[in-house]
């Protein structure tokens, strides 16, 4: 529920649709964002090795689709993770599809350590930064961004994408 209301803010309840029980599309989850002019941004909470693999085969077929037509081709990658994850799993599914990548602390303070996250990602071969604030890395001039690694990193960018 925590994560569920770091995305979205209080419970919205459910929908009674032909009499099954069902939620609407879950925030966060592949959820693509954009502004007029601005970059385009990948959301998704993807966590354990299964979903970050699930999230690469589904970026892996995105690319095309936001490469040299829109002018964007990888995204760059803004990453945290809880200390409870596979993490170093979940990096390996995602490094060759990403170029760079900015390691973030989680907004409640107890996340991995960003030095250990950045270590990682440079001995898989990516260019990596550490930075305070996922906000401001969206202000850095890519065109296109995947945040990842965390339901709370994801909804802290994104209520703070949307002014919510």
Known sequence: MAAWRDLIGDFPGALLAEGALCFPPFPGRGEVLSRPGGPVLLLDGAHTPGSC?????DLQARIPELGAPHGHGKPHLV????PDKDWRACLRSLADLVDKTTVVPLAEGNGVATEDIAGELRALGIETRVADDPMAVLEGGERCYLVTGSFHLVGEVRRRWLGL
């Open 53 to 57: 693999s699930a999230l690469a085969e």
């Open 79 to 82: 990453v945290a993770f809880h």
